[in-house]
């Protein structure tokens, strides 16, 4: 089988709970091929369901590093190399329903969506909206993820063990979050053997390889 057809069936079978780990030595190509498969609209029909891919730099991840918003403003449409971040699908459907909401809020939705930094009132309280929409995705952003389209989205971590500075074990965690709780398939490039050699480390990275 190759590599194209295993990453398909990766992808389409929900059974499969772990990460795909796509490894070997640097400069090989790996992540070309992703990417190659990743746009390619021929590969695009072979999946059942996920619609939109993320590339993460893996020496990018701190323990402070929000995963999950960056995917929001990072993901692609499968087949193509068009970016379609997941937040403005989440955008969208707020301002489809805006009508229903109170005038205030409906101020504040426009105030936003404009750019500008205007206040809206509500019993007598002033509302700054500046910066607002970036307040709101990082206190609601497990509510957020419930949004289909973050979870048919293929996470790429890429040169995962390049990464020195941080703990193995915080990204293995931000990992098994996105695999466990938002059921998201991710694609691991690194040398796994290198990742693993640490016994502890061992323990943690059954869950996700």
Not at 74 to 97: A, E, R
Not at 100 to 118: C, D, H, M, Q
Not at 173 to 186: A, G, T
Request: one cysteine or more; proline letters at 1%; hydrophobic letters at 35%.
């Amino acid at each position: 089988m190759n590599l194209d057809n295993e990453i398909i069936e990766y992808i389409n079978n929900s059974e499969w709970k772990k990460s795909f780990s796509l490894h070997g030595d640097w400069g090989v190509g790996k992540t070309h091929s992703l990417k190659k498969f990743f746009t390619s609209q021929n590969n695009k029909t072979k999946l059942t369901k996920h619609t939109h891919y993320c590339f993460v730099n893996g020496y990018d991840i701190t323990e402070n590093f929000n995963l999950k918003k960056y995917i929001f403003n990072n993901s692609y449409k499968i087949g193509t190399k068009d970016l379609d971040p997941i937040v403005n699908d989440v955008i969208s459907k707020m301002q489809k329903n805006y009508e229903k909401l109170p005038f205030w809020i409906r101020n504040t939705i426009t105030a936003i969506e404009s750019g500008t930094k205007v206040a809206a009132k509500t019993q007598g309280i002033e509302l700054e909206v500046s910066g607002i929409l970036s307040k709101f995705f990082d206190e609601h952003i497990e509510y957020i993820c419930q949004s289909p389209k973050i979870r048919d989205c293929v996470v790429i971590i890429d040169e995962l063990d390049r990464n020195t500075i941080t703990d193995i074990k915080i990204i293995f965690s931000k990992i098994i979050d996105l695999l466990e709780n938002l059921n998201m398939k991710v694609i691991l490039v690194a040398n796994t053997e290198l990742l693993c050699s640490d016994v502890d480390v061992k323990l943690w990275s059954e869950k996700v390889i």
